[in-house]
């Protein structure tokens, strides 16, 4: 059991958290004593987003920090972004697999492997956020919000985020990658974001803090995009004009952040 642990930062990846342990104990050279320590088994995967081994390091970590299963979850993983979209019984079984040491199927539980949206192929980081953290805290870290898909923006700062040197998901699986040696660029690229797009980034960033565990469920979502259509008047003889909605988006949306993902 630890005797210490670093003390999470806000929007922090539990993964960010690990990789601060190694460095702040002088071992971010000998990642296997790291995975040792913090989750007690010599097989736990460095994963950013959904990671498994969650009671083994709940228990490990009890003494200096005590937190559940749930609130790993839900404040230190990226869960709470896929969540809502899914059924109440694949939550629970992620959940369950996250918990546990079988971690295989939690991605493509999730619906991430069949998505059409991509990841990011590398973690992310807010030049100017960085430049706060290092000068607040004293050493920066990776931030949940600057690792979503579709989102390259930081809307604290209204700037571009920029790609570190680590992959997002590395063919090293036991190394945890701290953010203070792969941040290299500080130079700031300024976007200006459309009402619209400021308030994609917002709904994103309300599924994080709102940390909802529990699946909504595919027929509460047909059924809100089904009145949706008819309030817009996307429906004949109440079926939805799928076609018609389609073409509109990928107009509103030509040169704007969603444009790449209105396309068929």
């Known amino acids: 059991m630890l005797t210490y642990f670093p003390v999470p930062y806000d929007d922090e990846l539990l993964y960010s958290c690990v990789a601060r342990y190694g460095c702040h104990t002088g071992q971010a050279q000998n990642q296997k004593a790291v995975v040792r320590d913090v989750w007690g088994t010599d097989s736990a995967v460095a994963i950013p987003d959904l990671p498994s081994h969650l009671h083994d390091f709940s228990d490990n ?132 974001l459309t009402e619209t797009e400021q308030r994609v980034i917002e709904y994103h960033q309300e599924l994080l803090d709102a940390s909802l565990l529990e699946g909504l469920g595919t027929n509460r979502w047909t059924l809100y995009y089904q009145q949706l259509a008819e309030g817009c008047g996307f429906t004949n003889k109440s079926r939805v004009q799928h076609e018609r909605i389609h073409q509109i988006l990928k107009q509103a949306w030509k040169g704007a952040l969603l444009e790449p993902f209105c396309q068929k």
């Not at 230190?76 to 972004?81: D, G, V, Y």
């Not at 295989?104 to 100017?128: D, E, L, M, N, W």
């Not at 004293?138 to 809307?155: A, K, N, S, T």
Request: hydrophobic share 35%.
């Open 61 to 192: 970590v009890g003494q200096v920090w005590q937190i559940s299963i749930n609130e790993l979850i839900a404040q230190f993983t990226l869960a709470p972004l896929y969540f809502p979209f899914l059924s109440v019984q694949q939550t629970r079984e992620i959940i369950c697999s996250m918990g546990s040491k079988e971690g295989g199927k939690i991605h493509t539980r999730a619906g991430i492997v069949a998505s059409r949206v991509p990841i990011p192929t590398r973690f992310r980081y807010c030049p100017q956020c960085l430049e706060e953290q290092s000068t607040e805290l004293g050493e920066p870290y990776w931030r949940r919000m600057h690792q979503l898909p579709v989102i390259d923006v930081c809307i604290d700062h209204h700037c571009k985020l920029e790609d570190s040197a680590v992959p997002f998901h590395p063919k090293q699986k036991h190394h945890y990658h701290a953010a203070i040696h792969e941040c290299h660029s500080l130079q700031t690229r300024r976007v200006d």
